[in-house]
Nanobody
Framework: QVQLVESGGGVAQAGGSLRLSCVASGRASDTYAVAWFRQAPGKEREFVAAIDWGGEGTHYADSVKDRFTISRDKDKNAVLMQMSNLTLEDTAHYYC???????????????????WGQGTQVTVSS
């Protein structure tokens, strides 16, 4: 079965950095687009960033543009998200997800993603 496992979360001070990893099993991650979403207490699930299948293009929410960078580590069948200059607003549970159709980027709508990891917690302190 397809499985996604996130890691790399933790506690960081405002202005600091963290790198999240999403490792896929059951299918090659570069055959599917991969997106990161986050959800903070009392808030709706929010699109963060995504990378197209094959790594041809990247997409970012305005709130993280120029601070987060998404990339692929094909040797590890993983998608990485480097987060820099963290702010208190970045505190959330972060999930990676893939859509149900390969070689397709569906956009920021989470309804098009059928495989989700359990997530990793990111907490930013002042």
């Amino acid at each position: 079965q397809v499985q996604l496992v996130e890691s790399g979360g933790g506690v960081a001070q405002a202005g600091g950095s963290l790198r999240l990893s999403c490792v896929a099993s059951g299918r090659a991650s570069d055959t599917y687009a991969v997106a990161w979403f986050r959800q903070a207490p009392g808030k709706e699930r929010e699109f963060v960033a995504a990378i197209d299948w094959g790594g041809e293009g990247t997409h970012y929410a305005d709130s993280v543009k120029d601070r987060f960078t998404i990339s692929r580590d094909k040797d590890k069948n993983a998608v990485l998200m480097q987060m820099s200059n963290l702010t208190l607003e970045d505190t959330a549970h972060y999930y990676c997800a893939t859509p149900y159709i390969p070689k397709w980027y569906p956009g920021p709508d989470w309804n098009y993603y059928d495989r989700w990891g359990q997530g990793t917690q990111v907490t930013v302190s002042s």
